[in-house]
């Protein structure tokens, strides 16, 4: 026992003495968390239109003006033609064309029906795709009003309308920042501990210092947790402040337990941690360690969950993302955070992560050969 304690006497005075580790574990997680949420957004907002209008009746400028007045489009201005048009789109000052043909009143009001152009730039499929939604959507809705005005005039028959109103559960007004915040700071925290600790062992072959702590009596055991137990600690200090940002910056209180927010980071660490000092136990250089964590890290996020939901992926994709501890710690933080869940609930995954842990710290010692 004392020698695991002074072996984790040295490693946080190695690590209190650089002050780039300091910046790297306190000062990076909480500009980032401040910075990320803003910018990782679901929402398409500024979507520019060109309008075309053949028609210049009351119609295609109530049509148009359903469209200016929406939250989500800027009209760019109005072309005589659809090559002028698509001359906007080319040029990148236009998202979507929205085409008005002749007669576009004459024939809703005589033939009950219409068709309308409309165009997306697909280069950014995103904006493109989900700006053309929402402009169809205005479009049906708008449609939905002229019939109803309709249905009050004595020559038209009363039209059955099916009105549907929706609620979003856990999250009612769809706050972006609480759906994002919680997935952000999970893949903050794996940043910290997997590159902190995959050069840790590293650090030790190229100052020589390894050599030293070879011939001495500590074993194997001792010396990976001496490795890992400080930046496990760390790890929670990284987490009570991403919280305590999130609460005082966003205003996200989690609706659940917050011990078991840290219990569950607590099994995690340990498991992400063992694949850091995995890593360096094979690295011979720091800028192996780095290069190999840093593509891990690549697909730990991409295919974490964090921006694209897992179900929606190839199910090749989704047997790796099963794989992906990441994945795990994002869905419990968000059922903790949005939904209230409980240990009852998150029992499944702990039980995963668990053997992650188990399976990793035991291959990282394993793997760790004393050479006298």
């Keep these: 026992m004392r020698k ?6 040295k490693e946080f005075q190695q690590i209190f003495r650089n002050p780039a580790i300091i910046r790297i574990i306190f000062v990076m997680p ?56 698509l001359k906007d789109v080319e040029d990148d000052r236009s998202d979507i064309i929205l085409e008005i043909p002749d007669g576009f009143e004459r024939d809703l009001v005589r033939d009950d029906e219409v068709t309308l152009n409309l165009s997306a730039n697909a280069v950014n499929g995103a904006k493109g795709g989900i700006g053309a939604a929402y402009a169809a959507s205005l479009i049906r809705q708008f449609n ?3 019939r109803m005005d309709w249905a009050q005039l004595p020559r038209y028959s009363p039209i059955a309308m099916i009105e549907v109103t929706g609620s979003n559960w856990f999250n009612p007004d769809m ?8 997935g952000i700071l999970v893949i903050l925290l794996t940043m910290v501990g997997s590159f902190l600790t995959s050069i840790n062992i590293v650090y030790e072959k190229e100052t020589g210092t390894i050599e030293q702590i070879n011939v001495s009596p500590i074993r194997k055991y001792q010396f990976i947790l001496g490795k890992l137990i400080p930046f496990w600690l760390i790890g929670f200090v990284v987490l009570t402040i991403g919280l305590a940002i999130a609460r005082l910056a966003y205003g996200i209180i989690p609706e659940g337990s917050f011990g078991l927010i840290y219990l569950f980071a ?19 250089t720091q800028q192996q360690a780095m290069f190999i964590a840093f593509f891990l890290m690549m697909v730990f996020i991409l295919m974490g969950g964090l921006y694209t939901s897992i179900d929606s992926m190839p199910e090749w994709a989704q047997v790796i993302a099963r794989l992906n501890p990441v994945s795990y710690f994002i869905e419990v933080m968000r059922m903790v955070v949005m939904k209230g869940s409980t240990i009852a609930d998150t029992g499944r995954h702990f039980a995963i992560i668990g053997g992650m842990a188990v399976f990793f710290n035991v291959w990282a010692i394993v793997n760790y050969r004393k050479r006298i």
């Design 144 to 146: 939905n009003e002229i």
């Design 266 to 284: 607590a099994v995690y660490l340990l498991a992400f941690l063992g694949i850091g000092l995995l890593l360096s136990t094979y690295a011979e």
């Design 30 to 85: 909480a500009v980032q968390l401040l910075v990320l949420p803003l910018a990782a957004d679901y929402e398409v907002k500024n979507v520019y239109v060109t309008v075309v209008d053949h028609d210049h009746s009351d119609y295609s400028r109530q049509l148009i003006e359903h469209i200016r007045s929406s939250n989500y489009f800027l009209l760019t201005g109005y072309a005589d033609s659809y090559q002028a048009a």
């Design 175 to 182: 706050d972006y920042a609480l759906f994002m915040v919680p």
């Design 4 to 9: 695991l304690i002074f072996l984790l006497i």
